[in-house]
């Protein structure tokens, strides 16, 4: 439809009607060249009208509309938001362990400036982000801003923008900033011995459930489902908690891990370590899989899943497509409220298998290798968990009370 009949008319404008019923006002710039004007539902005909004369203006004075596009594509494709959803995360998902943690964090902590070009973002725009994260560990802040200068940096270097403002910027400590205290979470003996008694009232109540639903279903002639045996496990919360305790594996790592990892034999997991992997890839170095020995609790773990589920290829399958599981949060947090466990992770089953170790007197290198820590460092942050260590330090040194 083109816009002709009065003295207002603009030539070579005109309406285009998609399929979808979407209207579009174009101005035609040459012979079978057309621009984009604009939204027609946006737009008044008396505002298309101008900005169509606005483009015509343009077209005389040899401006090119291909360069002015592909330059707005360029800057939208180099805002934050946009080359944290594209590039970056193919990159990420390559080299960063934790990379869909790494991208979470940038998008909550710099939400104001995800639509902003990566080259423009500067120091103010990071004074107004320590504002918002007042509230935030000040060790917290520090790591969002090593997060976003690691992309800032990988932008740079992929060219996608020639350089970056933050090149100078870091995060000092205030007055108001209290140094935070490295604390691990650990299960002491009380919390762990409610844990298991929970995890044992839920299989209880699974099983008289199975049988109230046999029940129903007898009543009204309906196939009877299985029974829960005695020696089965009702489902993978129990069987997954229990070797997370006794392996200290992470949740990830538990989630994926197959049938063909487990040698119940020689009584150990053989298996390549997600975290683990992705450090040794970035040193360069050769990826193995690490051998954790299997304690007889594990074993025993082990071999009922084996029993129950091992025509599946993961040993903690999903019952509703059959493939890994790839999430028990509800399931984990219902069983910590009924243990009247308080400020608890799933990942602090790691910390509690650690924890055990190291106040039994395992030395601490043997821990690290059991925890496949890529660097002692990760490891000694349990080394103050073992009460003695320091006095029997000492009386090897130089001999205890007489």
């Not at 360029?74 to 594209?86: Q, R």
């Not at 990830?252 to 992705?278: A, C």
């Not at 043997?366 to 000694?380: F, G, N, P, S």
Request: aromatic residues 6%; hydrophobic residues 40%; positive net charge.
């Amino acid at each position: 439809m083109r816009d002709k009949g009065s003295k207002q008319s603009v030539k070579g404008l005109l309406v285009r009607v998609q399929p979808s019923g979407t209207k579009t006002f174009y101005v035609e710039i040459a012979r079978g060249k057309r621009e984009r004007v604009g939204d027609a539902s946006q737009l008044t005909l008396a505002q298309a009208r101008n900005k169509a004369r606005e483009t015509l203006g343009k077209a005389a004075s040899g401006h090119d509309f291909q360069a002015e596009r592909r330059q707005k594509k360029a800057v939208a494709d180099s805002t934050l938001g946009a080359y944290l959803d594209g590039a970056f995360k193919a990159h990420a998902e390559a080299n960063i362990a934790s990379h869909k943690a790494f991208i979470a964090s940038i998008k909550r902590a710099f939400a104001h400036v995800l639509d902003k070009p990566m080259a423009e973002i500067t120091e103010l725009d990071m004074a107004k982000w320590r504002r918002n994260r007042t509230s935030v560990k000040l060790e917290t802040q520090r790591r969002e801003l090593t997060y976003l200068k690691a992309l800032l940096n990988h932008a740079v270097a992929t060219k996608v923008i020639p350089s970056h403002q933050l090149t100078q910027y870091r995060v000092k400590a205030t007055l108001a900033d209290k140094p935070s205290e490295a604390k691990v979470r650990y299960l002491s003996d009380d919390e762990e011995l409610r844990l298991r008694e929970a995890l044992g009232a839920r299989e209880r109540e699974a099983r008289a459930a199975r049988m109230r639903k046999r029940t129903w279903e007898a009543a009204r002639g309906y196939e009877l489902s299985p029974v829960i045996a005695a020696e089965d496990y009702a489902d993978h919360l129990k069987p997954m908690i229990l070797l997370a305790l006794n392996t200290g594996l992470r949740r990830g790592d538990l989630f994926s891990l197959t049938w063909d990892h487990v040698d119940l034999e020689k009584r150990q997991i053989r298996k390549i370590i997600g975290k683990t992997s992705h450090s040794r890839r970035k040193a360069g170095k050769q990826i193995e899989p690490a051998v954790l020995p299997l304690s007889r609790e594990a074993c025993a773990v082990l071999e009922q899943c084996r029993r129950q589920w091992g025509d599946y290829t993961t040993v903690f399958h999903s019952p509703i497509t059959g493939g890994p599981l790839t999430d028990v949060k509800k399931g984990f947090a219902a069983i910590l409220e009924d243990a009247g466990i308080e400020n608890f992770r799933f990942h602090d089953l790691r910390h509690t298998f650690a924890s055990r170790l190291v106040m039994a007197g395992v030395d601490i290198n043997t821990v690290r290798e059991l925890m496949t820590h890529a660097d002692i460092k990760m490891t000694l942050v349990y080394a103050h968990l073992s009460p003695d260590h320091k006095a029997k330090a000492l009386d090897m040194a130089f001999g205890g009370e007489g």
